[in-house]
């Protein structure tokens, strides 16, 4: 196993696990200090100090970004859909002005969860569909920005709260439907993804 203690070059730090020791300008400055070259800011630490600020504390400080947290949080009642679109767009924006090389999504649970004054809904297979409708959605908007999109399954404890995406598997075949969807509209055919699940 590699000892990175003497050696932090490889290390990218997720911001939000030290938010309570500064703000976003601080954690900056103290990767530089310490030589992690590497940060994955959350939106919230950046809107804290202003996007251009931000912009110029990562540029300054020499670091890059491994990702941008995070997108998402798509299911919402038809009331909330503009917002969750234009929430997700301002996200593109954000992690582009940034140089971030990704966005990581974090799918969104049932409703009145993810977006608060949602109507309330227990359907968790709506919730998937909704989710894979959004990000088709979502994908046309991120590609004209060249921002590549990166699906977070998190653990089923958090299906209703946080994210109904909670296998590696149902990311995948997210993708694998979305892309085949977007290969059939340009040529009228696509096949999709094969892979074993069986445990060794």
Request: with cysteine; charged share 25%; glycine share 6%.
């Given at each position: 196993?590699?000892d990175?203690?003497?050696?932090?070059?490889?290390?990218?730090?997720?911001?939000?696990?030290?938010?309570r020791?500064?703000?976003?300008?601080?954690?900056?400055?103290?990767?530089?200090?310490?030589?992690?070259?590497?940060?994955?800011?959350w939106?919230?630490?950046?809107?804290?100090?202003?996007?251009?600020?931000?912009?110029?504390?990562?540029?300054d400080?020499?670091?890059?970004?491994?990702?941008?947290?995070?997108?998402?949080?798509?299911?919402?009642?038809?009331?909330?859909?503009?917002?969750?679109?234009?929430?997700?767009?301002?996200?593109?924006?954000?992690?582009?002005?940034?140089g971030?090389?990704?966005?990581?999504?974090?799918?969104?649970?049932?409703?009145?969860?993810?977006?608060?004054?949602?109507?309330?809904?227990?359907?968790?297979?709506?919730?998937?569909?909704?989710?894979e409708?959004?990000?088709?959605?979502?994908?046309?908007?991120?590609?004209?920005?060249?921002?590549?999109?990166?699906?977070?399954?998190?653990?089923?404890?958090?299906?209703?709260?946080?994210?109904?995406?909670?296998?590696?598997?149902?990311?995948?075949?997210?993708?694998?439907?979305?892309?085949?969807?977007?290969?059939?509209?340009?040529?009228?055919?696509?096949?999709?993804?094969?892979?074993?699940?069986?445990?060794?």
């Amino acid at each position: 196993m590699r000892d990175f203690s003497g050696d932090h070059r490889w290390l990218s730090l997720n911001t939000a696990t030290v938010r309570r020791q500064g703000d976003l300008a601080q954690i900056i400055d103290a990767c530089a200090r310490h030589g992690i070259r590497a940060i994955d800011p959350w939106r919230d630490q950046v809107a804290a100090i202003g996007l251009d600020r931000a912009v110029r504390a990562v540029r300054d400080a020499g670091l890059e970004l491994s990702g941008y947290c995070r997108g998402g949080m798509f299911t919402s009642d038809a009331a909330h859909r503009i917002e969750v679109r234009d929430d997700n767009r301002r996200a593109v924006d954000e992690a582009k002005a940034l140089g971030a090389p990704c966005i990581v999504l974090v799918a969104g649970g049932l409703p009145q969860y993810s977006r608060p004054g949602s109507a309330p809904s227990r359907d968790i297979a709506a919730a998937r569909m909704q989710v894979e409708d959004a990000l088709a959605e979502m994908m046309d908007y991120a590609h004209a920005a060249q921002m590549p999109l990166a699906i977070e399954p998190l653990h089923p404890a958090y299906a209703a709260d946080r994210a109904c995406v909670n296998t590696t598997k149902q990311a995948l075949d997210i993708c694998d439907h979305l892309v085949c969807w977007r290969f059939m509209s340009a040529t009228g055919w696509c096949r999709p993804r094969t892979f074993s699940t069986t445990a060794a």
